[in-house]
């Protein structure tokens, strides 16, 4: 299953971002490497495969939202 996730800018009327993109990003990591430290303690019962793919995606869904942000703070279109 291969699914492309929208992700809107949240901008205020001035086109100011409200979110900052260094903290969703260093969230979604983190969330990812915390994972993978489960799996590598052997703690949680968690499957080596899913924890990376889904730790993988997560990754690719932290870099398309700085894509997205430094393309918004540049004025163009990624």
Known sequence: MNREVT???IVDDRGTLQVSAADVS???RTVGGRWVRLVESGEG???EDTVAALTIE???LADRIDV???????GTTP
């Open 7 to 9: 992700l809107p800018l």
């Open 26 to 28: 260093k969230l979604l």
């Open 45 to 47: 019962g968690l499957d």
């Open 58 to 60: 997560l990754a690719k």
């Open 68 to 74: 997205a942000c430094i393309a918004h703070s540049s």
